[in-house]
Nanobody, 114 residues
Framework: QVHLEESGGGLVQTGGSLMLSCTFS????????MAWYRQAPGKERELVAN???????NSADSVKGRFTISRDGATGMIYLQMNDLKPADTAVYYC????????WGQGTQVTVSP
């Protein structure tokens, strides 16, 4: 059974940092474009950042310069380093994988206090 599992969420003060991690269990993980999405209460799920198999990254304007997505080519781990966090970043963060198939993680809560 293939799955994605996120970790690293929590409560942090404005200006703080968190690193999210995602484990992807497919053996051909290197073929997948990986991404982080987030969904705040009452809002639609939105793309935060993604990274292609070749390492090209893309991020939402709202997080540019603060969040960095990366992947470990040996293990299939995906990371989201989040710096200078703001209350507007409060959301459930989801790991996502897409290639021939599409997978979603269960999500991890990130809460940024004022």
């Amino acid at each position: 059974q293939v799955h994605l599992e996120e970790s690293g969420g929590g409560l942090v003060q404005t200006g703080g940092s968190l690193m999210l991690s995602c484990t992807f269990s497919r053996r051909d993980f290197h073929l997948y474009t990986m991404a982080w999405y987030r969904q705040a209460p009452g809002k639609e799920r939105e793309l935060v950042a993604n990274i292609t198999p070749g390492g090209t990254t893309n991020s939402a304007d709202s997080v540019k310069g603060r969040f960095t997505i990366s992947r470990d080519g040996a293990t299939g781990m995906i990371y989201l380093q989040m710096n200078d966090l703001k209350p507007a970043d409060t959301a459930v963060y989801y790991c996502h994988a897409r290639a021939r198939y599409e997978y979603w993680g269960q999500g991890t809560q990130v809460t940024v206090s004022p």
